[in-house]
T-cell receptor, first 114, second 114 residues
C-alpha cells in the first residue's frame, strides 16, 4: 500500500524568506502526488498536482513542487513566503486504479514570523 | 460555480440524536467523498461515491450512513454517535473516481457529540 511521510511537523520561517516543505512517498510505481493547504477550521485547497511529464510543477499562490523519483520525494517550495501562507500543508498520494482514493501525510504546520 | 458547499458548518448532537450533514456541488463532478478529520490529524477517507453509487466504504461503522440522491448532492446521516466521533467532516468532489484528478473540498462541518 502507498504511504506518505512529512518529516517536519512544524516549520517557522520569516516573511520574505524561502520555504521548502518535505514530502516522501512509498509506492512501487509512479504515483499521483498532491499538495493541499488548510487554514484553521477550513477545508483543504489544492495547491498543485503531479501526474506525469515535467517533474517541476507550478501551482497556485506562487508555490511549486519537484518530483524526484530517485529520492521518492515531492517537496513543496516557495521563493518568498507571505504572512498569509501560515497554515497546515498536506502532501497526498494516489495510485492508478485506486478509485481516486488519496492517502494524506500527517501535515506540516507552517508559522510565518513578521 | 467551483465550490463544494457543506451545511451546517457546526453541529452539536447528543448520542441519541439523528442528524444529517449535507454536501452540494454544481461543477458536474461525478465522484464525491466523505472524509473525517480529527484535530491535528490528516483527513481519513470514509466513503467514495462514483456516479451516485457507493464504490468505497472504508469499514466505517453503521452509525454513519451515506446517501447520494443525485449527482450534485451527498448526505451523511448520523445516528447514535459516540463522543469520539467528534471531528471535522469534509466533503469533496472530483471529475471522476476513475483516475486521480485531485479533489475540491468543502469547508467542512465541525461535529461535536455530547
Amino acid at each position: 500500500a502507498q504511504s506518505v511521510t512529512q518529516p517536519d511537523i512544524h516549520i517557522t520561517v520569516s516573511e520574505g524568506a524561502s520555504l521548502e516543505l518535505r514530502c516522501n512517498y512509498s509506492y512501487g510505481a509512479t504515483p499521483y502526488l498532491f499538495w493541499y493547504v488548510q487554514s484553521p477550521g477550513q477545508g483543504l485547497q489544492l495547491l498543485l498536482k503531479y501526474f506525469s511529464g515535467d517533474t517541476l510543477v507550478q501551482g497556485i499562490k506562487g508555490f511549486e513542487a519537484e518530483f524526484k523519483r530517485s529520492q521518492s520525494s515531492f517537496n513543496l517550495r516557495k521563493p518568498s513566503v507571505h504572512w498569509s501562507d501560515a497554515a497546515e500543508y498536506f502532501c497526498a498520494v494516489g495510485v492508478t486504479g485506486g478509485g481516486n482514493k488519496l492517502t494524506f501525510g500527517t501535515g506540516t504546520q507552517l508559522k510565518v514570523e513578521l | 460555480d467551483t465550490e463544494v458547499t457543506q451545511t451546517p458548518k457546526h453541529l452539536v448532537m447528543g448520542m441519541t440524536n439523528k442528524k444529517s450533514l449535507k454536501c452540494e456541488q454544481h461543477m458536474g463532478h461525478r465522484a464525491m467523498y466523505w472524509y473525517k478529520q480529527k484535530a491535528k490529524k490528516p483527513p481519513e477517507l470514509m466513503f467514495v461515491y462514483s456516479y451516485e453509487k457507493l464504490s468505497i466504504n472504508e469499514s466505517v461503522p453503521s452509525r454513519f450512513s451515506p446517501e447520494c440522491p443525485n449527482s450534485s448532492l451527498l448526505n451523511l446521516h448520523l445516528h447514535a454517535l459516540q463522543p469520539e466521533d467528534s471531528a471535522l467532516y469534509l466533503c469533496a468532489s472530483s471529475q471522476s473516481a476513475a483516475d486521480n484528478y485531485g479533489y475540491t473540498f468543502g469547508s467542512g462541518t465541525r461535529l461535536t457529540v455530547v
